[in-house]
């Protein structure tokens, strides 16, 4: 059982962004409405991850821990859980397998709190104790049993700016929930959970790109597109500022970056690269179901369409508000 944990955390675990990731992604299913994301050394020795959400019942806390154990295929069939990001019960398992883990957590229904230690998949404690409502995880030392594994991470700064990208991502995929992020004790990132998508890029990106962006909104059956670009003036060499998000999750799909960047052809220099902060909403019976989930890249059934759309939506948002191409 520990071996086998032990190599499956090798396909979702490899560095500390993904414990991040896994981790936030269930305070983000447990309705949470702030999450606070903490580290220290790059996540490798230090990560606590606070959010508000539902908390974990005392009696399913060790089952959270099991491989293949989840509490959300059920609500995905009650429907309760529609923002449900994870579902095949494998995160916990595998972060228990490779670093020290303790929880404290609660329920609005208990009248306590309870702390539980897992260490290499190894139960150490449980104890009730006095908690607010939602649940903390801190993960410390990772791979600290799998010393191959770590001498594949980087240094520290690295792996740091790894985690902040994708906090920005998911604050980007989240402006319902409030995010803090806090780097060796510095505050970096803080997000008011208010909804606008606007305010995110200001923090995120600062006043300049905040202040020279252009509202995108098109709608067809199958996709609707929602959200911001950059006017060309603010375009980059690099494409950092790429930001789009699909059905909620940061995922690249060579067909809408091919898309975006053909609509801004004529407005923007070659080796320039657009901002982007934009929502697809796309059916699922258009997505190509073969490709695996945590693959970040995403084949659609009608692959022209999607294309000509978003490429459409791009010009249109580019030339509805009258701006001179700058250059060809
Ligand atoms: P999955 O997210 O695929 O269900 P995980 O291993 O990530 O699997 O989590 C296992 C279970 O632990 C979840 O299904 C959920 O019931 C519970 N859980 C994990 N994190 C939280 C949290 N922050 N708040 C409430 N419940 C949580
Ligand atoms: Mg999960």
Redesign the pocket.
Known sequence: QNTINKIAAGEVIERPASVVK??A???I??M?TAVTIEIKDGGISFIRIT?N????DKG?IPM?FLRH????IKSVEDLMCVRS?????????SIAAVAQIELI?KTKEAFTGVRYVIEGGKEQNMEDIGAPD??T?IVRNLFYNTPVRRKFLKTATTEAGYVSALVEHLAFSHPEVSFRFINNGQNKLYTSGNGSLKDIIYHVNGRDIATNLLEVSAKTQDIQISGFIGKPMISRGNRTYENYFINGRYIKSNIITRAIEEGYKGYIMQHQYPFTALHFTIEQSIIDVNVHPTKMELRFSQNEFVYDFVLNAIRNTLSGRELVPEVR
């Open positions: 896994e981790l992604e269930n305070a299913d447990a949470a959010d959400g539902c908390g974990i399913e959270a154990s989840t509490s959300k990001l994870g579902f095949r019960g494998e995160a916990l398992s957590t939602g649940t995880f």
